[in-house]
Nanobody, 128 residues
Framework: QVQVVESGGGSVQAGGSLRLSCVASGYTYVHKYIAWFRQAPGKEREGVAAIYTGGGMTNYADSVKGRFIISQDNAKNTVYLQMNSLKPEDTAMYYC?????????????????????WGQGTQVTVSS
């Protein structure tokens, strides 16, 4: 049984940092897309960052470029999202999604991906 679990969320002040983790059990991050999405209350879910584990290629939404860094640790089957210079508008539930290169277009991330699994999410709250 595959489980995707996010952790690392919390409450910080503007300008602070958090590191989110996405760990998959029963699933191997080999030649897969791992992407972070977020959803704020009353808003649609949006792509934040993605990494293709086959070669380490990364993609970022314009709103987080230069502030967030996505990375992978293959030995731990873990993908991280380092979030720096956090802003109140980054407040949202953050979700990890895993899948293959596919046919669904995610414009914020500029990737085609077929999502196989979602995590339950981790809350990030940034206060001003």
């Amino acid at each position: 049984q595959v489980q995707v679990v996010e952790s690392g969320g919390g409450s910080v002040q503007a300008g602070g940092s958090l590191r989110l983790s996405c760990v998959a059990s029963g699933y191997t991050y080999v030649h897969k897309y791992i992407a972070w999405f977020r959803q704020a209350p009353g808003k649609e879910r949006e792509g934040v960052a993605a990494i293709y584990t086959g070669g380490g290629m990364t993609n970022y939404a314009d709103s987080v470029k230069g502030r967030f860094i996505i990375s992978q640790d293959n030995a731990k089957n873990t993908v991280y999202l380092q979030m720096n210079s956090l802003k109140p508008e980054d407040t949202a539930m953050y979700y990890c999604a895993t899948g293959d290169v596919g046919r669904d277009w995610y414009p914020a991330l500029k990737i085609y991906m077929s999502i196989e699994y979602w995590g339950q999410g981790t809350q990030v709250t940034v206060s001003s």
